[in-house]
């Protein structure tokens, strides 16, 4: 299985701050890489797929590219709502596979 | 708009098998790729499967001895079965439909709300 490892695993940024985290996988994905939010009680939603393409209704501050051989999802200015848990998924090979997740917290 | 709703029973013995349906609205099943995914409390996501509309699946080797993902086109339904569970399949377990493009897949964009699951005697 492809393993994807996230980093950091949590952080705490205020209001406005330019927030990025980081997915490696443990063998080559191609571009095959997707993005979810997910808040508390609630079903993961998708943010970004292949890489780099937003979801259809998702605001443009959020971002993402490859780097190397890493991935980033980057919020250009954290708002309130980006609160909760961000996990990469690869859709490349099967099984999909998911990050251990970014805990997100509003300072 | 297409909406997803998970259905069945909140408790499940263990040994005993674990049925979960998700109904598809808004939009024909047909034509799609839909997984269904779990989340162990306070934990991670874990892909469970995936099923064609023409019922051609795709299981997680780790689940598969004990799986089964069906789909019924004329209730616009697939549904799960995992056999023989014990309490490490508690969960929140969400289905979602798993996007194909001509060559790979493109995310889950839709997601039932998901429902609890807890195997206890």
């Known amino acids: 299985d492809t393993q994807m490892t996230q980093s950091p695993s949590s952080l705490s940024a205020s209001v406005g701050d330019r927030v990025t985290i980081t997915c490696r996988a443990s063998?080559?994905?191609?571009?095959?890489l997707n993005w979810y939010h997910q808040q508390p009680g609630k079903a993961p939603k998708l943010l970004i797929y292949?890489?780099?393409t937003l979801q259809r209704g998702v605001p443009s501050r959020f971002s993402g590219r490859p780097s190397g051989t890493d991935f980033t999802l980057t919020i250009s200015s954290l708002q309130p709502e980006d609160f909760g848990v961000y996990y990469c998924?690869?859709?490349?090979?099967?099984?999909?596979?998911f990050g251990q997740g970014t805990r997100v917290d509003i300072k | 708009q297409v909406q997803l709703q998970e259905s069945g029973p909140g408790l499940v013995k263990p040994s005993e098998t674990l049925s979960l349906t998700c109904t598809v609205s808004g939009d024909s099943i047909t034509g799609y790729h839909w997984s269904w995914v779990r989340q162990p409390p306070g934990g991670g996501l874990e892909w469970i499967g995936y099923i064609y509309y023409n019922g051609v699946t795709n299981y997680n080797p780790s689940l598969k001895s004990r799986l089964t993902i069906s789909v019924d086109l004329s209730k616009n339904q697939f549904s799960l079965k995992l056999g023989s569970v014990t309490a490490a399949d508690t969960a929140d377990y969400y289905c979602?439909?798993?996007?194909?493009?001509?060559?790979?897949?493109?995310?889950?964009?839709?997601w039932g709300q998901g429902t609890t699951v807890t195997v206890s005697s």
């Open positions: 979602a439909r798993d996007r194909r493009g001509a060559n790979y897949f493109y995310g889950m964009d839709v």
């Open positions: 063998q080559s994905i191609n571009t095959y």
């Open positions: 292949a890489t780099s």
């Open positions: 998924q690869q859709s490349h090979t099967a099984p999909w596979t």
